[in-house]
């Protein structure tokens, strides 16, 4: 089977939070990247991408999408990691039916690249690290006790060669009674 080579330059769409939520979540970004090397990046929730380009229609249908959705409760689930740079330590997000809505929404826009399964998480590093570098660090993080609010999207400009991350728009998710 032929694996497809991971898109680096592009566009994306993150879910992004409140500021109390974002306050939260950059202590334990910086607890994390205190103790494993990282490139810096603004925390996220990455729902969809790479697309090659993004035009006017598309900002212009994702800002009527976003008034037209309610802030979507995420439910945190626990430390976790992989072997993957972009996906090196992360805090999991349990999947829910408006996530999941949301997703779906934003292929219907405009199509991405689906894996065959949506993993929602919430990076606290990229990078490579040892598995036992990763365990330590798990048993020494407080407990994660909170559910948060994804209450934005954003339009992020990636290159992943250079590790830059450029947020070109921002849209409050708050649907208009």
Request: aromatic share 12%.
């Amino acid at each position: 089977m032929q694996t497809s080579k991971r898109i680096s330059k592009g566009f994306w769409i993150w879910g992004d939070f409140p500021t109390k939520d974002n306050k939260y979540l950059n202590s334990l970004q910086r607890k994390v990247q205190s103790k494993l090397n990282s490139p810096k990046f603004r925390i996220h929730l990455t729902l969809a991408g790479p697309y090659k380009d993004i035009d006017l229609k598309f900002e212009n249908q994702l800002k009527l999408l976003c008034i037209t959705t309610y802030p979507i409760k995420l439910e945190l689930n626990d430390y976790q990691y992989k072997e993957d740079r972009f996906e090196s330590f992360f805090i999991s997000v349990k999947e829910n039916d408006d996530l999941i809505n949301l997703r779906k929404q934003l292929f219907n826009l405009k199509e991405f690249h689906i894996k065959d399964k949506f993993c929602p998480h919430i990076s606290l590093t990229y990078g490579i690290h040892s598995v036992q570098q990763k365990i330590d660090l798990i048993h020494s993080l407080p407990k994660i006790n909170i559910n948060l609010i994804m209450n934005n999207l954003l339009i992020v400009k990636v290159d992943e060669n250079i590790n830059k991350w450029e947020i070109l728009k921002k849209f409050r998710i708050k649907k208009i009674s």
